[in-house]
């Protein structure tokens, strides 16, 4: 018997973006807790995030399969 929840392969690259603003949303908390502003912080991590999911995503794509 087969799993039937298991994903395709394509649709596990497809989450680059997603892992990556979660990522800048902890470190954009953490700066603004440093700032004393945490939505800033958050707002400036959103950024981050997006930067680092299109990197992972741009290597994803560069990797040989």
Known sequence: ???QTEK???EKKANYML???AIGI???AGIGVALNNIA???GVGVAI???I???MEEQA???PE
Do not use: D, H, Q, S
Request: charged share 20%; proline share 8%; aromatic share 0%.
């Open 1 to 3: 018997m087969t799993n």
């Open 8 to 10: 395709p392969p394509e």
């Open 19 to 21: 892992r990556g603003i």
């Open 26 to 28: 902890a470190l954009g």
């Open 40 to 42: 800033i912080g958050i």
């Open 49 to 51: 995030g997006v930067a």
């Open 53 to 55: 999911g299109a990197g």
């Open 61 to 63: 794509k560069k990797k």
